[in-house]
Each structure stands twice: as structure tokens, then as C-alpha cells.
């Protein structure tokens, strides 16, 4: 049975509570955007792309109400139109680092104005317009990710370090970038995912992602989910873990996703992604961002103009999760319906907590996106606007 994080019909949007996960799996009912914007900040639900979704469908849901409770169309003064307008600015405070949220809103406010301009144009077309194109947005997202793991999965089997193309490979992988970080299937995570059902994955390593643990909690609930042979390792294990393998089977990519890709290819990814980088060139792996189009942003120039989000220390120095407890014939269990936090760290701990950090694009080897892979020139750089191209398709 397919994951699936987010669930959408028309005029009723549902998003599985990531904060719960992976002990309790449990639907959130998203009427407004006032309730998007809380569910992305608390995180509830994270990943530039789901980010993107969620946000969008929340204003297309109540679009689809206001014109299943209103008694007349209209098309009295610019209220609708400057309403849903001033919606997608407002979502784009939630998070401002993933650029995907962003890139959509721009796309969607320009429709709504194109659309409210047409002559004879009502408060109703212009809701519905809204909606087509969100839904096709949510389509489209589906539709990339398994293309973005089609083309990372052929890119490694031919790039990267294996004795043979055909020999199954093992991979280490950052954070969440599956089905729960996106509309479904997954960027980082989708390559992955492609490489195990074409039967080249050997084995998947995960990073726990100190802080708050989306590898631990969300990457370990989509592998166990889907079966895929896979070992969680601590961030600061990574290095080791590299290291051990070299001297056996080796590892044959890092894979990460993004939040977002700068026009010379420095990328803003989960804080570690940065410290995954310098190992993977240290120990020669080659090191892959998969990330669809909208997570590139060819305004912004490089990392240095990239905003990172800072959140609070507390996520630092406390852990939440169910408590272990002893049953009445002496047998441990996970007490799944309570949620216990504690403190890891000494009474008036401060506390330094990026969201993100930067990798210089000197450390990236591939960008792997829906339309195929950019790599660098013969001058050691991208050239993302090829990516834009009309009818691309990349090698």
C-alpha cells in the first residue's frame, strides 16, 4: 500500500500529523490557511515540496467552500482576487528558506489577476482557475518525483562507484525527502525507492537528523513501510560509516534533497547536509542533490543570498516521543498513545539551532531534477538554465 502524507479531494484537504509519526498515524483536517500556516511551522508537515502543496491546497479548499456556501457569483470590486493574493504572501512567512512555496504563490498570483483582467470575469472563475491549477500542481509533483528517482537511479549506476554497473549498490541518505516531504514518492528518497525496484540497491543508510530526527522518525517509517532493506546511523556517524565501507562493499552515493538550489548550485538542505558533503569528497562518493525545478531559484545567485531559518533551541535541548513502560508480565513496550518530552541537556543550556545550512556547489557532483541531471561543465560550474530550456531532456 502506497504512503500517502497528503490527502486531497475537492473542499477537503487531510495531511498526516508528522510530529506523531512514527507511532501514531493520525490525519489532520486543513480547512483554511490560517491552519496550513500553524501545520507548517510546528512542522506537522515539512519538506519544501509538501511545504509548497499543503500551502496552495489550503486556500484551493477554501476557495471550494466559499463557492459552495455562497448564494450569487459576482463581480463587484477586486475582494477575492486581492484576497487570495494576500493569502499566498501570508503563507510564505511560514518558512521562508524552501523556495517552492514561493515559486508557487508567484505562479498562482499571476493567474489570479490574468484571470480576474478577462472580460466578464467573476469571484467565482477566478476561485475556480485557482483550484485547476493548484490540483494540477499536486498532479505534477507526483508525476517529477518518480521521474527525479528514474534519473538519479541511472545516474548512479553509471557515475558512481561500483565494480560493475549491474552490482547493487549501497547509498546514505539525509533527513526526510520521501512521500512525507512531498506530494508523493519522493526526491532523495525517490531515487532510492527506484533503485530498490529495479533490484540495484544493496542497502540504505540513514541519518537520525539531529534535531529533530525527521531520518529517525519519518525516513525509517517510509523504508520500513516499503520494505527497503535499510540501518539508521547517528549524524556523527557518518564519517565511520564511510569509512568501514570503503574497505568492503563500499557506498556508492550520498543523496539529499533541497529546499532550495541557487543559480551557480550551491544548495540549502537540513542542517548536516553540509557535513555530508566534505566527508563524501573526503572519502571519494559521489554526492547527489535530487530536487524538482521549483527548488531552483535562478534569482537567487549563490548561498551567500539564501535566508536559513532559525528555530528555537528548545528542539535542541529536549526530545519528544512515547515512553517505554513494563507490562504486567515483565515485558517492555512502547506506550504509543502518550507523547513524553524530556530534557537532554543541563538546566539554562543556549542553544545554536539553523534549520539548514549551505553546501557549496564545489561539493555536488549531480543535481538530479525531473527533466534530467545537470552536471558541471568543463569550467567546474552549472549551468542550471538549462534546466529551463523548452523541451529539455537531459542525459
Not at 448564494?71 to 510564505?92: A, E, N, R
Request: charged share 20%; aromatic share 8%.
Amino acid at each position: 500500500m502506497t504512503l500517502q502524507a497528503i490527502k486531497y479531494s475537492r473542499g477537503k484537504l487531510e495531511i498526516l500529523d508528522q510530529l506523531k509519526l512514527p507511532h501514531q498515524e493520525i490525519y489532520l483536517e486543513i480547512t483554511s490557511p490560517e491552519e496550513a500556516w500553524n501545520a507548517i511551522k510546528l512542522m506537522q508537515v515539512r519538506g519544501a515540496p509538501a511545504i509548497a502543496i499543503v500551502a496552495i491546497l489550503s486556500l484551493a479548499v477554501w476557495g471550494a467552500n466559499y463557492i459552495h456556501t455562497s448564494t450569487h457569483d459576482t463581480d463587484s470590486g477586486k475582494i477575492i482576487p486581492q484576497f487570495f493574493s494576500d493569502q499566498l504572501k501570508y503563507l510564505i512567512t511560514s518558512r521562508p528558506t524552501a523556495v517552492n512555496l514561493a515559486e508557487a504563490a508567484t505562479r498562482l498570483d499571476a493567474l489570479i489577476w490574468s484571470t480576474w483582467e478577462q472580460s466578464n470575469s467573476t469571484e467565482f472563475a477566478v476561485i475556480e482557475s485557482y483550484i485547476k491549477a493548484a490540483e494540477q500542481m499536486l498532479m505534477d509533483d507526483l508525476k517529477d518525483n518518480e521521474n527525479i528517482g528514474r534519473h538519479g537511479a541511472e545516474w548512479i549506476m553509471h557515475n558512481a562507484k561500483a565494480n560493475h554497473r549491474e552490482e547493487k549498490i549501497n547509498v546514505l541518505t539525509h533527513c526526510n525527502t520521501g512521500s512525507l516531504a512531498t506530494a508523493g514518492y519522493g526526491t532523495a528518497l525517490g531515487v532510492i525507492r527506484s533503485l530498490h525496484s529495479h533490484r540495484l540497491l544493496l542497502h540504505a543508510y540513514y541519518t537520525e537528523t539531529r534535531p529533530y530526527n525527521q531520518g529517525s522518525r519519518l525516513t525509517g517509517y517510509e523504508l520500513i513501510h516499503d520494505k527497503i532493506p535499510a540501518t539508521l546511523v547517528t549524524d556523527s556517524m557518518a564519517a565511520s560509516l564511510l569509512c568501514r565501507l570503503s574497505y568492503l562493499k563500499g557506498m556508492a552515493a550520498v543523496i539529499v534533497g533541497a529546499d532550495r538550489v541557487a543559480a551557480n548550485g550551491d544548495t540549502a538542505n537540513k542542517i548536516g547536509t553540509y557535513s555530508l558533503a566534505i566527508l563524501a569528497r573526503y572519502h571519494n562518493v559521489k554526492f547527489i542533490v535530487a530536487a524538482p525545478r521549483t527548488t531552483v531559484d535562478l534569482n537567487t545567485k549563490s548561498g551567500v543570498d539564501i535566508v536559513i531559518e532559525e528555530r528555537a533551541s528548545t528542539e535542541v535541548t529536549r526530545i519528544k516521543g512515547p515512553p517505554i513502560q513494563l507490562s504486567l508480565d515483565n515485558q517492555l513496550y512502547t506506550a504509543k498513545d502518550r507523547v513524553e518530552e524530556i530534557s537532554t541537556a543541563a538546566e539554562y543550556t543556549q542553544a545554536w539551532n539553523p534549520a539548514f545550512d549551505i553546501t557549496p556547489a564545489e561539493l555536488i557532483d549531480a543535481i538530479v531534477t525531473e527533466v534530467g541531471v545537470a552536471e558541471k561543465n568543463t569550467d567546474g560550474r552549472f549551468d542550471l538554465q538549462v534546466l529551463f530550456e523548452t523541451n529539455v531532456c537531459m542525459p
